[in-house]
């Protein structure tokens, strides 16, 4: 298939139509709103569904009763939309319930700003809602990624049962970049043996549900849920490494930030330092021993963000102490440039400017 | 002998939990009895909200889902929009429905989703306690209120049907009373 030029938040919906995602709830928030302008062109031509909720929260909750009957059904929105939705987000964990869910990151906190960033980090990996649960978080780096990882997010909802978040940026998502659309889309899993699409009068009801009024009911499910996420954690993290064989020095970076530090590494090699890029494609499960895999030659690690350090903080779990690692962000919507990112290799680099 | 009176098909058969004098348990049955006799069963979704009819879910013979408080009717519509062959029905309290899930209420009734939405309005949050609703009465004490709701401080109770009916997206918005026999046998209909 030919490749063809296409914004990342246009691309992201389109690749969903092809993942076979069936109904859109939205709601209006930039910079994601041309996934759902998009997706209100497209829906309706197309046999699915495109329908603007009136928040956030109802959006979310549509989402669970659509993801409720085995449909693939997709919600987006941008940094104060997702806090919105993080109640909705954790009844459809609670309830095991397959979906897709959009963040296309812009400053924060509050009302923050419309520029890109990766402020939700935290927010995406480690508090999405109450409650014990994760959900797989895949941050791709590049437009073709993201189409690339949209049916991977349906496929691995399925197999696991569980939310899964694509987190892109203001900055991905309105960026252009020549993209080819896989010829061969996943097919959704069958569900029939949970979902909730009448009963036929062929089979017991069934119940989706996050209430175990019994602390030891509870606490199994919990458990149950936990061996699963630990299932993922050996088999669905993953990583790219850029030059990391030789490299002494480590920078980790995800998404959008990862094309700059790129550029930032490669001038740093023109001028032979011995440098590296560690970039975590799934953001949970956080790829470990991709990690020390990409550190085993490094004398220091150097984590770069677009936030005031929220990624570094996974990266110094993952290394347990083994190196020393230090943090360069910009916030607020500031893109860091390769200029200053290497500067910042330099002063690791024994100083010399 | 005769059987003159049964379980609806559609209730399962299991004890309810709800306190003597309620009326969740009238009201699970008159639903039941039209599931029954529209013959839907089996291609009816239910989604019950946070409240004293939290377990609705074991309740109902129908596949079930349980809802964030308030958000049934966004739910529903999730339900009905991805498989408009099911018939849809949420049961939400008046709590659920007339005050953390007033915009859900609204804005499905406006898009006139096609589902069924059952409310009952015990005038009370029941399930934490009693606490005053968006429908209690002036003048009326709950734990909230322990001097009587004062329309100056607390305001007016909603006037939900009244408030739904203004809306061109509504099918039907009637309100009965299921405290008299007389009153049961009026809502069936
Ligand atoms: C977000 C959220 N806020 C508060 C509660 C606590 N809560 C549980 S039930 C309930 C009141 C329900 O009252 P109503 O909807 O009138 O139904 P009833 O119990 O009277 O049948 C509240 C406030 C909750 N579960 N979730």
Redesign the interface.
Known sequence: MEKVLMKGNEALAEAAIRAGCKCFFGYPITPQTELSEYLAKQMPKRGGVFLQAESEVAAINMVLGGAATGTRVMTSSSSPGISLKSEGISYIAGSDVPCRIVNVERGGPGLGSIQPSQQDYWQATKGLGHGDFRLIILAPNSVQEVVNLTSRAFDLGEKYRMPVMLLSDGLLGQMMEPVEFPEAVSEPADQSAWAATGTKMAREHHIINSLYIEANDLEEQVVKRYEKYAKIEESESDAELYLCDDAEIVITAFGATSRIVKSAVNKARAEGIKVGMFRPITLWPFPKKQLLDACKNAKNVLSVEMNMGQMVEDVKLALDCKLPVSFFGRTGGIIPTPNEVLAEIKKLNGGAQ | MAVVFERPKSL?DVRLHYCAGCTHGIIHRLVAEVIDEMGI?????G?CPVGCS?FA??Y?????????HG?AP??????????P??NVFTYQGDGDLAAIGT??T??AATRGENIAIIFVNNGTYGMTGGQMAPTTLPGQVTTTSPYGRNPKTAGYPVHVCEMLSTLDGTALAVRTAVDTVPHIREQRR
């Open positions: 399962c069963e089996g291609t009816t979704v989604v939290v879910y074991n109902f013979n129908c596949d079930m889902i349980e809802a964030p958000r966004a739910v529903a519509t999730g339900v009905k929009r991805a498989r062959d099911l915009a859900e609204v804005h």
